[in-house]
């Protein structure tokens, strides 16, 4: 019954695309500092230069760097996927796991909740509420998190009810077990390969929603961000920079999220034992 | 002879009954909680910066352009110098009167100018759901029951690549490539100005500026439905009940569709709700790239103009119309769907 998650997601071609496509991109953000030698708002040379040895993609409209700024865009989307993700996976796990095991009054009150929550689109109350507040990194996670993590506690509260039918919890209990420990000792562990499959769901959507806050000039106006770049890349399209200003930062946006796509597909498959290919793990 | 006639009548009034109870229970509770959240939040965030309330709901920029009999008008509709909870019954009862406030960059109430904006933004939208979710369900059901086949590998991975791209990226790319680089299309609008078209031409020259931002919408969002769709067929196909009409010999395509895709079509239709509030927002961002006269537009002219009112209005009414949406798809799925009306 034991799968080999890692080795299936590996493997299989999707899998293999997106670890790949993550992996340089987390690498490109980590090592931005070494890969450049310009900091991202310093003004370097003259401005719309063409792509040289100096500039590789050359500068925007003052003359900063763009690949400087790329690289450091990228620590920007991380941090805000990956904010996003832990911190609405922690919100999924309270609610999904205390629901499943309370059960009652505060459970069906909670799904309930749950229920509105998800038809709320989140990308438009982050507007409003980024508009009015201002905005900067921490909020937008918070605000972010706050109207995704109700897919995830569906996901996880239905799971941990079938997990809790299950013997070794049944026997954890009849030795008297309390909730928490079986939360933590038998169920959370259990949970596992969910939970990074909901990291990395929530993850893409939050890369995706940045760059999208951020094309709408919702972010926070210090720091460097893809969607900004394309926003402002976009009012010089007459020019011709839009072949190394947009279309550079763009595919690298696209990059990003594809690469979560791609990882979380191949968990999908591995994950649902219907859609996973026999061939994979017979010999195992 | 009378018994007869009660026992035929009381399982009819009790389905009635019962079809109805489901949609309460279930589903319109649900919308009251969601939509009152937003109102809420709608209300309280405004007011929870500091300062008089009328400067925070309006912002100084707005306040400065406004006459003091505006402001004593406002204040005074909205009751702003009372009690919060003063102001929370006028906010709603104002709302139930379709009062949204006055929008200053207009200088008219916001409702109005909504209303000028919103058909473009149903049109694209709604074209937008339609299409992706029957093309998506389409080339899911084919891919689904080719699995593992040339042509399923390729769609996966052709339909998967063109999710990853963000939905204004997309209507970026296209715009470069086919409205700047071929001239085929229009770069802005929704119709061509002062054209005078009637009749068919006008049809015509409003596609014409459709195609594309549809085109970026579908593309983006076909991959849910598509992904949704193809998962699901492959788990039908092994269910017992195909096997049975394979072997009474039915013909390939029907067992596809009238077996297998018919009982598909219901998590699709489930998902199809919950896309609506991703498209809504895709739509945003790519009216904004192509400068289509709908609520995207108009949302990022409030923002960058700073119309605090106006912004409000325009996601609360989208809200309402993402809700709405997802209403009648609940109606419609407990149509599809006998079960549903049936058991509970």
């Not at chain 1, 690949?67 to 832990?86: C, D, F, H, K, M």
């Not at chain 1, 605000?143 to 109700?150: D, K, T």
């Not at chain 1, 996901?155 to 049944?170: C, G, H, N």
């Not at chain 1, 420990?181 to 993850?203: M, R, V, Y």
Request: aromatic content about 10%.
């Amino acid at each position: 019954m034991h799968v080999n998650y890692w080795r299936e997601v590996h493997t299989t071609g999707p899998g293999r695309i997106g670890l790949g496509l993550l992996i340089l991109v987390v690498t490109a953000a980590v090592l931005a500092p070494l890969l450049t030698g310009y900091q991202p708002a310093a003004y370097t040379g003259a401005p719309f230069m063409a792509p040289s040895a100096q500039h590789w993609l050359g500068t925007n409209d003052v003359g900063q760097d763009i690949w400087t700024r790329l690289l450091y865009g990228a620590r920007t989307s991380l941090a805000v996927g990956g904010g996003v993700a832990l911190l609405s996976l922690c919100l999924s796990i309270l609610v999904g796991c205390s629901s499943a095991l309370l059960g009652g009054l505060y459970d069906r009150l909670m799904m309930r909740l749950v229920d509105a929550l998800i038809v709320i689109p989140p990308v438009i109350v982050a507007i409003l509420a980024a508009a009015y507040l201002r905005p900067n990194t921490v909020l937008l996670i918070v605000l972010l998190s706050l109207f995704l993590w109700p897919g995830g506690a569906r996901v996880v509260r239905a799971q941990t009810l079938s997990l809790k039918e299950r013997m070794p919890v049944y026997a954890a209990r009849t030795f008297g077990a309390g909730r928490l420990h079986l939360l933590f000792n038998h169920i959370i562990p259990d949970l596992g390969p969910i939970l990074i499959a909901l990291i990395i769901q929530d993850a893409r959507r939050a890369v995706f929603m940045e760059a999208g806050l951020s094309f709408l000039g919702i972010c926070d106006p210090t720091v460097v961000s893809w969607g900004k770049m394309m926003q402002h890349a976009l009012k010089f399209v007459y020019l011709d920079v839009w072949r190394w200003w947009l279309l550079p930062t763009g595919f690298t946006l696209s990059l990003t999220v594809m690469g979560f796509t791609f990882t979380g597909f191949a968990l999908e498959t591995a994950l649902n034992p219907r859609l996973r290919k026999e061939a994979g793990h017979a010999d195992n | 002879m009378q018994e007869c006639v009660q026992t035929r009548h009381v399982p009819i009034r009790n389905k009635v009954f019962k079809k109805a109870s489901v949609l309460n229970k279930a589903s319109i509770i649900n919308y009251v909680v969601a939509l009152l959240i937003i109102l809420t939040m709608n209300f309280f965030i405004p007011r929870l910066m500091p300062g008089d309330p009328l400067q925070a709901i309006y912002g100084n920029e707005a306040l400065l352009v406004m006459t003091p009999e505006l402001q004593e008008e406002l204040t005074h509709r909205f009751s702003l110098d009372r009690p919060l909870g003063e102001q929370y019954a006028s906010y709603l009862l104002s709302l139930c009167r379709g009062d949204l406030g006055h929008s200053y960059y207009y200088n008219a109430p916001v409702l109005k100018v909504i209303s000028g904006f919103l058909p473009w933004t149903l049109l694209l939208t709604g074209l937008a759901l339609v299409i992706s979710t029957l093309v998506g369900f389409f080339l899911g059901v084919e891919s689904g029951s080719r699995r593992g086949r040339p042509l399923d590998q390729v769609l996966l991975g052709s339909i998967m690549l063109f999710s990853g791209f963000p939905d204004f990226f997309m209507g970026i790319m296209l715009l470069l490539f086919f409205g700047v680089f071929l001239s085929l299309v229009p770069l802005s609008g929704a119709l061509t100005p002062y054209a005078g078209h009637s009749g068919l031409m006008l049809v015509a020259d409003l596609l014409h500026h459709l195609a594309l931002p549809l085109a970026a919408l579908v593309l983006v969002r076909l991959t849910a439905t598509y992904l949704l769709t193809r998962s699901t067929m492959i788990t039908t196909l092994g269910e017992a009940f195909i096997l049975t009409a394979k072997a009474k010999g039915c013909p390939e395509r029907i067992i596809r569709y009238r077996h297998a895709g018919r009982n598909t079509l219901l998590p699709v239709v489930t998902a199809a709700g919950l896309q609506f509030a991703h498209l809504v927002t895709g739509t945003l961002f790519v009216e904004i790239v192509f400068s289509y006269p709908g609520l995207g537009s108009l949302l990022y002219k409030s923002l960058l103009t700073r119309d605090y009112p106006l912004m409000a209005g325009i996601l609360l009414v989208l809200t309402v119309v993402v809700l709405t949406i997802n209403l009648l798809l609940d109606v419609f799925y407990s149509k599809l769907d006998p079960r549903v009306a049936k058991c509970t």
